[in-house]
Nanobody
Framework: QLQASWGGLVQAGGSLRLSCSAS????????VGWYRQTPEKQRELVAA???????TYPDSTKGRFTISRDVRKNTISLQMNSLKPEDTAVYYC?????????WGQGTLVTVSS
């Protein structure tokens, strides 16, 4: 199971760090990533780490967001800096391992202007 946490309200220009706790660990993963969704948009990928250690970001988050995986703590974190009102969304973590896709429950991030 994945448990996402540490969303909240922040002013534009501020920072938040989301955390996703993996109860079964992340060993042997194929993909771990963070997505976000608003009522107006489809769920979109904002950061990902693949099994070959490749890290990718879309243009909308590149240079502002940083994804990391802590093997000892079994967590996947998303550091978000220089936040903008358009970053407001529910954020979800996801892990794919051995063909099984697991999603966290989502955590709300609200960026005020």
């Amino acid at each position: 199971q994945l448990q996402a946490s540490w969303g909240g309200l922040v002013q534009a220009g501020g920072s938040l760090r989301l955390s996703c706790s993996a109860s079964g660990g992340t060993f042997g993963y194929n993909f771990v990533g963070w997505y976000r969704q608003t009522p107006e948009k489809q769920r979109e990928l904002v950061a990902a780490i693949r099994a070959d250690r490749t890290i990718t970001y879309p243009d909308s988050t590149k240079g502002r967001f940083t994804i990391s995986r802590d093997v000892r703590k079994n967590t996947i974190s998303l550091q978000m800096n220089s936040l903008k009102p358009e970053d407001t969304a529910v954020y979800y973590c996801k892990m794919t391992r051995a063909g099984v896709e697991t999603w966290g429950q989502g955590t709300l991030v609200t960026v005020s202007s």
